[in-house]
């Protein structure tokens, strides 16, 4: 059983907007700081953004700064990425990760199985 789940991946046009959903399972817990990360193909996986257990504290990738917005719902154990006027380099596989606080993949003991962002006119 996958730990963490995304969804709300698609395909959209350049400018558009998509919201991505992570519901945790039964393996792990809301209790951690989350995060999003991306993969493109032939890319190694980048981080995107990263939240705290209370949500007060975010943090982003400077190439989505001002556009993404992450969030979290702790009662519904729910991770969000508001993607806001996306563009065609943010096509990638996006991943939820949990149980860490860092930038880098390794920092990170719990991951879903990704949702596919298509950004294309």
């Known amino acids: 059983q996958v730990p963490l789940v995304e969804s709300g991946g698609g395909l959209v046009q350049p400018g558009g907007s998509l919201r991505l959903s992570c519901a945790t399972s039964?393996?792990?817990?809301?209790?951690?700081?989350m995060a999003w990360f991306r993969q493109a193909p032939g890319k190694e996986r980048e981080f995107v953004s990263r939240?705290?257990?209370?949500?007060?504290?975010?943090d982003y990738t400077d190439s989505v700064k001002g556009r993404f917005t992450i969030s979290r719902d702790n009662t519904k154990k729910t991770l969000y990425l508001q993607m806001n006027n996306l563009k065609p380099e943010d096509t990638a596989v996006y991943y939820c990760?949990?149980?860490?606080?860092?930038?880098?993949?390794?920092?990170?003991?719990?991951w879903g199985q990704g949702t596919q962002v298509t950004v294309s006119s």
């Open positions: 990760a949990g149980r860490g606080w860092g930038r880098t993949t390794s920092d990170y003991s719990y």
């Open positions: 039964e393996r792990t817990s809301s209790n951690f700081h």
């Open positions: 939240i705290s257990v209370s949500g007060g504290s975010t």
